[in-house]
């Protein structure tokens, strides 16, 4: 069965430290892969997503994520965090041949002034 | 706008009641999802649908039925067999413009 794994549930860092939280998935075909964020409080929101071309997407807020088809996986990284970058972070796969649309089990960051 | 509705916001129900969410969506989106979100366990899939009148059982499909009789719509009935009802509940569409999500339903079974 189609799975989607996130490495951490929890990080906590330091303001202007780097962050990197690890997707990876299982299914062999080819797949549109996204990274949503929740802040405290408030709705889904998407951050990047990858369709097709540059492995290496940036999304809003100055995260990117990279595609490595090989390892089947679509880190999120940011290379100097914020106080405001605290929140959840999912991952998230859906196939291209079928509609179910999974998400990883997400990744607490707490980023610590 | 287009967009997801979902309604209400805050539902509360007592045990052993079947209640059902409401979604509705004006994207002309074909899938249509259904997530349950608890505290450290993410959004786990409930049922989803990709066209009028089918639909797929998710991961957590126990105790929890939908229908999708027309395109904008898919509700979701959470039954008395669900042991554990009390979630946040999230609506979900997908078309060739991506993803979008609606506001979500808390429901408190007391």
């Known amino acids: 069965a189609q799975s989607v794994s996130q490495h951490n549930h929890h990080v906590i860092l330091s303001e202007a430290a780097s962050l990197e939280l690890g997707c990876n998935y299982s299914?062999?075909?080819?797949?549109?892969l996204f990274w949503y964020v929740q802040y405290p409080g408030q709705h889904l929101q998407l951050l990047l997503k990858?369709?097709?071309?540059?492995?290496l997407v940036k999304g809003i807020k100055g995260f990117e994520a990279e595609f490595i088809k090989s390892k089947f996986s679509f880190n999120l990284r940011k290379p100097s965090v914020q106080w405001s970058d605290t929140a959840e972070y999912f991952c998230?796969?859906?196939?291209?041949?079928?509609?179910?649309?999974?998400f990883g089990a997400g990744t607490q960051v707490v980023v610590t002034p | 706008d287009g967009g997801i509705t979902q309604s209400p916001k805050y539902l509360f129900r007592k045990e052993g009641q079947n209640v059902t969410l409401s979604c509705e969506q004006n994207?002309?989106?074909?899938?249509m999802y259904w997530y349950r979100q608890d505290p450290g366990q993410g959004l786990r899939l409930i049922y989803y649908s990709q066209i009028v009148n089918d639909f797929q059982k998710g991961d957590i499909a126990e105790g929890y039925s939908v229908s999708r009789e027309k395109k904008e719509s898919f509700p979701l009935t959470v039954t008395s067999a669900q042991k554990n009802p009390t979630a946040f509940y999230l609506c979900?569409?997908?078309?060739?413009?991506?993803?979008?999500f609606g506001s979500g339903t808390r429901l408190t079974v007391v």
């Open positions: 998230a796969v859906i196939p291209i041949s079928w509609g179910k649309f999974q």
């Open positions: 299914y062999g075909g080819t797949v549109n």
């Open positions: 990858y369709f097709s071309g540059d492995p």
């Open positions: 994207l002309n989106h074909d899938a």
């Open positions: 979900a569409s997908y078309g060739t413009n991506g993803y979008t």
